[in-house]
């Protein structure tokens, strides 16, 4: 397989994702997906991917994005069984650890640079780093592309998209969350890196399961922010 040819593709992919998994308080948020989702659906890697595709684009055609948007937050935002958005809260359970600064180090030796003005999470957030692969491989910067989704990417992606398939909240972005796993799985040979092993029986805390343990925390470190902002 000739990996240069796919290399434009992945870059979209990358960015779609990306973009689906990133907050934003502009009404634009989501303009392009449905172009996106067109071209994806266009140089499909998996064949098995199409009902997907058909599913997200009916569900733009019929409801332009607020249905999308309305999802994001109940999957997200809310107070209630919110996912965690960062490598560092998925790996380790809690803000700014070492996937925090594997993604500095890496975007130090890189151009780019976060524009904190429009983008609100930090740098190990999921949708952040699924934009910088998009940006390292549409700009040839392959060295960075396959640390970053060595080192970040790959050791905490599976868990992130089983929470997000698995929530109940989840519809549009279960089939979303189907379309990354099978896209992972493709970086995985393009990268030459296997999955990590899963532990069976992770317990952290009081005898929960590491997922849940994850949604707690998140929940508590939201309740805690609010407070401190004087909201009731």
């Given at each position: 397989?000739?990996?240069?040819?796919?290399?434009?593709?992945?870059?979209?992919?990358?960015?779609?994702?990306?973009?689906?998994?990133?907050?934003?308080?502009?009404?634009?948020?989501?303009?392009?997906?449905?172009?996106?989702?067109?071209?994806?659906?266009?140089?499909?890697?998996?064949?098995?991917?199409?009902?997907?595709?058909?599913?997200?684009?009916?569900?733009?055609?019929?409801?332009?994005?607020?249905?999308?948007?309305?999802?994001?937050?109940?999957?997200?935002?809310?107070?209630?069984?919110?996912?965690?958005?960062?490598?560092?809260?998925?790996?380790?359970?809690?803000?700014n650890s070492k996937a925090l600064l594997c993604v500095r180090q890496i975007?130090?030796?890189?151009?780019?640079?976060?524009?904190?003005?429009?983008?609100?999470?930090?740098?190990?957030?999921?949708?952040?780093?699924?934009?910088?692969?998009?940006?390292?491989?549409?700009?040839?910067?392959?060295?960075?592309?396959?640390?970053?989704?060595?080192?970040?990417?790959?050791?905490?992606?599976?868990?992130?998209?089983?929470?997000?398939?698995?929530?109940?909240?989840?519809?549009?972005?279960?089939?979303?969350?189907?379309?990354?796993?099978k896209f992972i799985e493709f970086e995985r040979f393009c990268f030459e890196?296997?999955?990590?092993?899963?532990?069976?029986?992770?317990?952290?805390?009081?005898?929960?399961?590491?997922?849940e343990f994850l949604r707690r925390e998140a929940n508590k470190q939201r309740?805690?922010?609010?407070?401190?902002?004087?909201?009731?």
């Amino acid at each position: 397989m000739n990996l240069e040819e796919f290399k434009l593709a992945r870059s979209l992919y990358y960015q779609c994702l990306g973009e689906f998994f990133t907050f934003s308080f502009s009404q634009e948020r989501f303009k392009n997906v449905k172009n996106y989702l067109s071209l994806m659906k266009e140089c499909l890697f998996d064949e098995s991917l199409a009902e997907n595709f058909d599913t997200l684009l009916e569900s733009l055609e019929e409801n332009s994005t607020q249905t999308l948007a309305k999802e994001y937050e109940l999957l997200f935002l809310s107070l209630k069984n919110a996912i965690p958005t960062t490598f560092s809260y998925i790996e380790e359970g809690f803000e700014n650890s070492k996937a925090l600064l594997c993604v500095r180090q890496i975007l130090a030796r890189s151009k780019i640079r976060r524009n904190e003005t429009l983008f609100k999470e930090s740098e190990d957030s999921v949708g952040f780093c699924f934009l910088l692969m998009s940006e390292f491989l549409r700009t040839d910067e392959l060295k960075l592309a396959k640390e970053l989704f060595e080192n970040v990417i790959n050791k905490g992606i599976d868990e992130f998209l089983e929470l997000v398939f698995t929530h109940t909240d989840s519809k549009l972005y279960k089939e979303i969350s189907s379309i990354a796993m099978k896209f992972i799985e493709f970086e995985r040979f393009c990268f030459e890196l296997n999955k990590p092993l899963k532990t069976n029986a992770k317990k952290v805390q009081n005898d929960l399961s590491r997922s849940e343990f994850l949604r707690r925390e998140a929940n508590k470190q939201r309740r805690n922010r609010e407070k401190s902002q004087g909201i009731s």
